[in-house]
Every structure is written in structure tokens, then in C-alpha cells.
């Protein structure tokens, strides 16, 4: 187990790599620049910024320079927020958007097997055929229509709730950007528990678990779940990886000042380092969730091993 840690340890430093090689060529490739005013600034002005954030040096140079930077953490000085740099910032945001992710993911994970559960005991059923509804919406509607509907009937119609902002962190202030976070997560797991516990109630072992009279209890939850919950746990390590990190939409329609929001406002600003230490962040929380997949796969399942 130790060795094969090491080894897709040392897998992952040539994908990060590869994607700070890629994000930074493509940032750079973009329309517009970081200091592209309506007004324009005078040419002195501006090339005594472009000096200061070294700018003016070849592509191939920044990118080096970047590079080096990179490896002792240093993932350079906010354009935009003057004075703060790239870490600074991400250390502050980085907790709102995990304990948002947090509750999200828990959210989605136990409702989404929960249900899906339910709908593949009802197989074909009208308790089958409304929940599998409900999670065709929640596949299809985005996340940025869910968060304003909600927002429009619990806080603007019925008042029951805030209409945005971290506030004081309570559950009042969480509650919506968590459902409308967890919602489309929610009905992915449902969809893919329904399928893997119908695939998993016709196996040999369970009919064989029945036939030794086993509770129906313990035939699903001990024997049929356990085999079901491994494309679950494959797409747990993405979900996880991108709610963790914090949503870009959500953070953004409830002001919530997380990782996400800084990456819009980055991209919208041509904030390079903004943007390149957000990406190097997702990358790395994805190669670690598919880390923990993989430990997961050998307890969830004996017959694969991680040699």
C-alpha cells in the first residue's frame, strides 16, 4: 500500500505540470491584459507596472520564472487586489469554501444514496419513477438557476432566510448556498446508486444471501450497498475535489467570499497568478480525492488490490 502511495505520488508532479504548463499559455493567449483600462494609462505608467510584475520579459522567461516560483510556494503578488499575494488570498478563502464543500458534499452523498437506494428496492415502481424525475432535474437544471430560485422564494417571498452573504456563518446563511451546491451532486449519486444496486441485487452473492434467509436488512445495507458504493466513490473524488474547492457560480450569486469567487474575478480581470493558483489548487485536491478513491476501492471491494 505504502509503495503504491509513493508511486501515484510521484504520478502527480508531471500532471501538475502539465496544467500549470497549459493554464498559463492559455491566460496569457487570451484577449486583454491585466492593466487594460477604459482610460488608458500614460506609456511611462504603464511600462513601470509592466517592470514591477515583470511583464515585459519574453513569455518563455515569465513562464520560467513562474515555474521556479511555484516550486517554493510562492504563486506571486494579486493584480488586483493590491498588496495581498496569490497565497495570502487563497489561505483566506480557502476555509469558507471547504466548510461550504463540506456540507454539500455530506448533502448529496447520504441523500443521493438514501434515495437512490429506495428507488432500486422500488424498481420500476412509482416511488421509482418519482424519484429518478426528480433527479433528471436536478442533472439538467444548473446550479445557477437553482440559487436564485431559492434565493427569490425563501428570502424574497417568504423571508424566511438571508438572501446572500457569509454573515456570522450560522446555519440561517448557509442552508440555501448548501441545498442549491448539493442539489445537482445529489441527483448524480441517486442515479448512480439506483444503477449499481439494481446491477448488485441480481448478483450470485445476493441471491445466495436470501436464500440462507438473511434480513432484507442486512442483504442490502451489509451485502448489496457495499458492492454498489464503488461508482459512487469514482465520482466522489472529482465532486468532492470541485465543491471543496468552492463553486464558482454559487460563491459568486451568494457572495461568499471563497476560492470561486476569486477565480471569476480573476478571469474577469485578467488576474493571472489569481487564476493560475486557483487551478494549481484544484489540481492538486483532485489528485489527492482519486488517491483516496483508489485506498477506498481495496476496502470497499477485496478483489482489487493496490500493489
Known amino acids: 500500500m505504502i509503495s503504491f502511495v509513493l508511486r501515484r505520488l510521484m504520478s502527480a508532479v508531471p500532471t501538475i505540470f502539465v496544467v500549470v504548463t497549459i493554464s498559463f499559455f492559455m491566460m496569457r493567449f487570451a484577449p486583454g491584459g491585466p492593466f487594460n483600462l477604459e482610460r488608458p494609462l500614460p506609456p511611462q505608467t504603464m511600462a513601470n507596472i509592466m ?4 511583464l ?15 516550486l517554493t510556494g510562492d504563486l506571486g503578488p494579486s493584480f488586483i487586489y493590491k498588496d495581498n499575494t ?10 469558507y469554501s471547504v466548510e461550504l464543500g463540506a456540507y ?6 447520504i441523500g443521493g444514496v438514501a434515495l437512490g437506494t429506495i428507488a432500486a428496492l422500488r424498481q420500476n415502481g412509482i416511488i421509482d419513477f418519482i424519484l429518478m424525475s426528480f433527479a433528471t432535474i436536478g442533472v439538467t437544471v444548473p446550479n445557477f438557476v437553482v440559487g436564485p430560485v431559492l434565493t427569490l422564494i425563501f428570502a424574497v417571498m417568504l423571508s424566511w432566510l438571508p438572501a446572500g452573504s457569509w454573515g456570522d456563518g450560522s446555519f440561517r446563511f448557509l442552508l440555501l448556498p448548501v441545498i442549491a451546491l448539493a442539489l445537482p451532486q445529489l441527483a448524480v449519486f441517486a442515479r448512480l446508486t439506483r444503477g449499481a444496486m439494481i446491477e448488485a ?4 452473492h445476493i441471491r445466495t444471501a436470501r436464500a440462507y434467509g438473511l434480513p432484507p436488512r442486512v442483504v442490502v445495507v451489509t451485502h448489496a450497498l457495499r458492492g454498489a458504493m464503488l461508482p459512487v466513490v469514482s465520482y466522489l473524488a472529482p465532486c468532492a475535489a470541485a465543491l471543496l474547492t468552492g463553486s464558482a457560480v454559487i460563491e459568486t450569486i451568494f457572495t461568499i467570499p ?42 470497499l471491494d477485496p478483489r482489487v488490490r493496490n500493489d
Open 51 to 54: 517592470a514591477t510584475y515583470k
Open 56 to 70: 515585459d520579459q519574453p513569455l518563455f522567461s515569465q513562464y520560467l520564472s513562474y515555474l521556479g516560483n511555484a
Open 86 to 95: 496569490v497565497s495570502e488570498l487563497i489561505g483566506k478563502a480557502l476555509p
Open 104 to 109: 454539500a458534499i455530506l448533502l448529496a452523498l
Open 201 to 204: 441485487l441480481h448478483t450470485d
Open 258 to 299: 471563497g476560492v470561486g469567487r476569486y477565480f471569476v474575478l480573476g478571469a474577469l480581470n485578467r488576474d493571472y497568478p489569481l487564476v493560475m493558483g486557483t487551478v494549481i489548487l484544484v489540481a492538486v485536491f483532485v489528485i489527492l480525492f482519486n488517491l483516496l478513491v483508489d485506498i477506498a476501492y481495496g476496502l
